[in-house]
């Protein structure tokens, strides 16, 4: 397949490379094998012979192509309940409408129709990839899984384990460390063992968090995380709620208490973090481990906003999360936005009483370019996956996006802001993984 017109990638954190006139030439397994512009020599001769073959995609006016969004915090069974509950505080969301959601997912049949839908859902935002929280039960998980794999989607899947009586309730948790850790074991099994070639989907190790997990199930999950080397998924820091527990209960942080079970590797992505320390994000940085930044859930939940911009100054490894359903969107394009929006907020401050130079935090502003990057370049870094970027060797994992009416002209990246801004899934007309179509609208 190749794939004619305009592009955007990301080079860096602070760069777009804006390709007006390119040609994307995909092997037969799913991989970009070259990138041409008009400026190559052989240019008008590959296209021409694309056009002969009728191998190429050709992008009609105000048409772009993107790299594949890659969301890295994802709860898939609250996809049912995107949108309620959001002003209550994390402690009660989760008791009175997130557990008892969760507990639902017993049911096969259910499972299998929210999880057809959110899947199918995810593509039509132009997400490629998704980092995935289940649920406790083994068998809709699976199911997750298969719809992964029959729509085309690249799925990092967790068996949740929690198993505290006292902070996860009598109907919705693990019965021991024991079986939680059986369980998670389990899952890792049979996804491995129904894998094809180029298979879709990795198991993931997922602690929900600190306050769910007893310390036997944390050692356990440490163990599995080093016994298969997967990634390992959960929260850090998200509350202040959250925070305090860890302290209260094991007298450090919770990147430490994960860092202390051998669950802070370099294969872990921790979401939120608002409530990091200095040293708490050193640590991060020391073992390599990504944060999710999950910037529309922050508003409700975090208490605070995470520092984005100190974090990719200090290149602690950061990628975005649209947490549904902490947050209310599956799309990553509000996320992007809302990134840009908070780090504002933090500079500036939110609270006027205050003299200017005493509210708000200095050099907190990150760009569309930053938060573009961050849900391309950083979620695939964070995943260890060769994707997010149109470049040889990557993955074709694609977007084509039409871009809205300009009334005036338009610089390149003019012509890529109002794409990130003004995005919606009517505007996503196809989606691609692994070379193959896998959406259209």
Same mark, same amino acid.
């Given at each position: ?118 899947? +199918? ?171 999710? +930044? ?109 871009? +809205? ?37």
């Amino acid at each position: 397949m190749l794939i004619h017109g305009p592009a955007f990638t990301a080079l860096d954190v602070n760069h777009i490379q804006a390709l007006r006139d390119c040609l994307v030439l995909v092997d037969d397994h799913g991989w970009i094998r070259r990138v041409l512009t008009s400026n190559d020599q052989d240019f008008n001769q590959v296209l021409t012979l694309g056009r002969q073959k009728q191998q190429v995609r050709e992008l009609t006016a105000g048409e772009y192509l993107l790299p594949g969004f890659i969301d890295l915090h994802v709860h898939a069974p609250q996809w049912a309940q995107a949108g309620l509950a959001l002003d209550r505080p994390l402690e009660d969301w989760l008791n009175k409408y997130t557990f008892p959601l969760e507990a639902k997912f017993s049911n096969l049949t259910f499972a299998r129709q929210v999880y057809r839908s959110f899947v +199918h859902t995810l593509l039509a935002h132009g997400t490629t990839t998704a980092m995935m929280f289940g649920t406790i039960h083994l068998k809709s998980n699976l199911e997750l899984v298969e719809q992964c794999r029959q729509q085309g989607f690249r799925g990092f899947i967790g068996q949740v384990a929690m198993d505290n009586p006292d902070q996860s309730p009598t109907y919705y948790r693990d019965q021991s460390s024991v079986a939680a850790i059986k369980a998670s074991e389990s899952f890792i099994q049979q996804v491995q063992k129904t894998a094809g070639a180029d298979d879709l989907v990795t198991p993931v190790i997922t602690p929900r968090f600190v306050p769910s997990c007893t310390a036997p199930t944390l050692a356990g999950l440490g163990r599995l995380a080093a016994k298969y080397d997967l990634p390992i998924q959960s929260h850090v820091s998200e509350s202040n709620w959250e925070s305090q527990y860890a302290i209260d209960h094991f007298g450090m942080h919770d990147a430490n208490v994960l860092d202390y079970f051998g669950l802070l590797t370099n294969r872990a992505v921790m979401a939120h973090g608002t409530q990091l320390t200095a040293a708490d994000m050193k640590l991060l940085r020391q073992r390599h481990a990504s944060l999710a +930044h999950c910037p529309i859930s922050n508003v409700y939940f975090g208490n605070g906003v995470l520092p984005v911009h100190y974090l990719l100054q200090n290149h602690n490894q950061v990628g975005l999360g649209s947490d549904i359903s902490g947050g209310y969107s599956p799309s990553l394009y509000p996320n992007i936005r809302q990134a840009v929006k908070s780090s504002r907020m933090l500079e500036d401050g939110v609270d006027s009483r205050q003299a200017v130079t005493e509210r708000g935090v200095k050099n907190s502003r990150i760009t569309i370019v930053n938060a573009f990057y961050m849900a391309t370049v950083g979620g695939a870094q964070a995943l260890h996956l060769k994707s997010g970027q149109l470049k040889a060797g990557y993955r074709a994992d694609f977007q084509i996006v039409k871009a +809205h009416h300009s009334f005036i002209p338009l610089s390149s990246l003019d012509a890529f802001e109002r794409i990130l801004y003004q995005t919606t899934a009517a505007d996503i007309r196809s989606v691609y993984v692994n070379g193959h179509l896998v959406y259209e609208n």
